[in-house]
């Protein structure tokens, strides 16, 4: 996360640290000069004093990446620490990309979709949200909006995807473990992520990765059963405690495909009633999906679920009841399944 990459460099377990061009704090490289991390940049628009410069370049990308590479681990042997200063660690599953959730939901032969919209059209899944973007110093605990809005979205058999800060606030949280699911998940939810072995929390990748969702969201359209468009779907994607303008981008193109979008902070045209309507009323009308800023992280919660059982509605879909999947069952003994049996079938036995 962005807020956390002086810290990395702290650990002394960092042989490189590589960047583009935003979300960099200006003097990591002079911080990295304190440890044996080398800090190399890849584009000519983001260059910095201290650090090396490798020019990335789209034709030669993977000898690019190989000499990145290369350079990291020969730079393995200057590492002077195993991590004494390292304390609470967490264990994380990550790189859920959109081919590999197809994929671990039916294997190589029947890679897709269906297992998760039959789950969501069921009421096991009560819906998506995707809970992404920034963490922020300026709220009361930088990372709590992100832990609060997953923890209460996988109670509430929601089932949450994550990118960039986001996800390394839940990463640290240790949401990303399919055990996660079965001390944490709603009991529809927990019987999806057992099934399949996903922890409830899906980290998605960097923040540039949020396109990935949007193809999630697209394959899940596709695959039938919830709608015929992105905004039919019972799903929300919300960056709770955003600050930087690419987060405004996302969240812009995200609405353009249909996704009603919540962000974390006081509206920032707040003085334009009509500005607010456009971006609301207006925007739903034309492209499906809509953009409101909501302060208090209770209420992008409750706005949320109300969105998300207001499409499960507009499909027709069962209504969602917690505590119908998933709850423990009584196993019968031979003989109260035999009185089950002969009650079933009145004509055996009758002389
Ligand atoms: S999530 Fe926000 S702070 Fe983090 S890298 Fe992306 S734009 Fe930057």
């Known amino acids: 996360g962005f807020l956390n990459q002086e810290l990395a460099i702290m650990t002394g377990l ?16 002079k911080a990295a000069k304190n440890f044996h991390t080398k800090v190399i940049t890849t584009s000519r628009k983001g260059k910095m004093i201290d650090a ?24 393995y042997g200057n590492r002077t620490t195993e991590g004494s200063r390292v304390h609470d660690t967490a264990d994380v599953i990550a790189g859920f990309s959109h081919e590999y959730i197809a994929y671990m939901q039916g294997g190589r032969f029947r890679a897709s979709f269906r297992p998760l919209n039959d789950a969501i059209m069921a009421g096991r ?40 800060c986001g996800a390394a606030a839940c ?34 990748g960097a923040c540039v990765d949020n396109s990935r969702i949007l193809t999630v969201t697209t394959e899940m359209a596709q695959e039938g059963g919830l709608g015929e468009d992105i905004s039919d779907l019972p799903a929300v994607g919300i960056a709770p405690e955003w600050m930087s303008e690419k987060a405004l981008a996302i969240g812009c193109y995200f ?9 974390g902070s006081e509206h920032p045209a707040k003085a334009s009633q009509e500005v607010q309507r456009i971006m609301t009323e207006v925007w739903e009308e034309r492209v499906g999906g809509r953009l409101e800023f909501i302060p208090d992280p209770e209420e992008i919660l409750k706005k949320s679920l109300e969105h998300i059982d207001a499409k499960r ?6 209504k969602y009841e917690p505590g119908r999947f998933g709850v423990e069952r009584k196993l019968m ?19």
């Open 14 to 29: 960092a042989e490189a640290v590589m960047v583009d061009v935003q979300c960099i704090m200006p003097a990591l490289a």
């Open 52 to 75: 090396v410069h490798i020019q990335y370049d789209e034709r030669r990308a993977k000898e690019v990446a190989r000499e990145i590479l290369k350079m990291a681990i020969d730079n």
């Open 125 to 164: 899944i009560r819906g998506v949200a995707a809970v992404v973007g920034c963490n922020n110093p300026r709220i009361a605990a930088q990372d709590s909006i992100h832990d609060y809005l997953a923890t209460e979205f996988v109670k509430n058999d929601v089932l949450v995807v994550t990118t960039g």
């Open 171 to 204: 990463a640290k949280a240790g949401y990303m473990t399919p055990e996660t699911a079965l001390e944490m998940a709603g009991p529809g939810l927990k019987e999806v992520c057992e099934a399949i072995g996903i922890p409830p929390v899906l980290h998605l």
């Open 255 to 263: 609405v353009a495909s249909g996704v009603y979008v919540i962000f």
């Open 313 to 318: 509605e507009a499909l027709k879909l069962r």
């Open 333 to 351: 003994s031979m003989e109260d399944r035999r009185k089950l049996e002969s009650a079933a079938r009145p004509h055996e036995g009758v002389k």
